[in-house]
T-cell receptor
Framework: DQQVKQNSPSLSVQEGRISILNCDYT??????FLWYKKYPAEGPTFLIS???IKDKNEDGRFTVFLNKSAKHLSLHIVPSQPGDSAVYFCAATQGYQLIWGAGTKLIIKP | GAGVSQSPSNKVTEKGKDVELRCDPI?????LYWYRQSLGQGLEFLIY????????KSGLPSDRFSAERTGGSVSTLTIQRTQQEDSAVYLC??????????????FGQGTRLTVV
């Protein structure tokens, strides 16, 4: 039973436009949500996080929105750049464990 | 180096053989995690070490899997009598303290294990 779901295996976006990556979760006890980015043959790298008591966190081109009533979060990247092409993982913390989604492959088209 | 280092980066082994995967965490990081990523899946928690405390082994899929962390630093994940379903990328991560949303975990590049 997946507690963190990323229902889009891939997403293609034009360079310069907004990329929106979605994530749904089932456990209302998660206390933090994180986004990690992964390039091929590399480990995931931390991108941005949000506490469950917040509804928005912004860091440069990256903004994460949390909708607790819908158990949904999204990552917005604007403007999208070619270097953003990667697999993006949504994860949630439960104590010290990270519970991961399956990832969404983002492709930025020139 | 300054990051988390894993070796080997690739390992092909015959079914039934034992394998050892190594992780060198960032110096000073007390928390160390092993995860596994199978094809098309998210990362699956395997085991967690924190300082000198007993490790949390709750994610290990079977008793063929074991891990140790010597001297609070280097960790070795051992898989005995490998099976084809063990084929995956094994990722190690470390952090200054147990990771929450405000404590970044740093990942190694992973070991791609293929059991033939």
């Amino acid at each position: 039973d997946q507690q963190v779901k990323q229902n889009s295996p891939s997403l293609s976006v034009q360079e310069g436009r907004i990329s929106i990556l979605n994530c749904d979760y089932t456990n209302s006890m998660f206390d933090y949500f994180l986004w990690y980015k992964k390039y091929p043959a590399e480990g995931p790298t931390f991108l941005i996080s949000i506490s469950s008591i917040k509804d928005k966190n912004e860091d440069g081109r990256f903004t994460v929105f949390l909708n607790k009533s819908a158990k949904h979060l999204s990552l917005h990247i604007v403007p999208s750049q070619p270097g953003d092409s990667a697999v993006y993982f949504c994860a949630a913390t439960q104590g010290y464990q990270l519970i991961w989604g399956a990832g969404t492959k983002l492709i930025i088209k020139p | 180096g300054a990051g988390v280092s894993q070796s080997p980066s690739n390992k092909v082994t015959e079914k039934g053989k034992d394998v050892e995967l190594r992780c060198d965490p960032i110096s000073g990081h007390t928390a160390l995690y092993w995860y596994r990523q199978s094809l098309g899946q998210g990362l699956e928690f395997l085991i967690y070490f924190q300082g000198n405390s007993a490790p949390d082994k709750s994610g290990l899929p079977s008793d063929r899997f074991s891990a140790e962390r010597t001297g609070g630093s280097v960790s070795t994940l051992t898989i005995q009598r490998t099976q084809q379903e063990d084929s995956a990328v094994y990722l190690c991560a470390s952090s200054l303290s147990p990771h929450r949303g405000d404590t970044e975990a740093f990942f190694g590049q992973g070991t791609r294990l293929t059991v033939v």
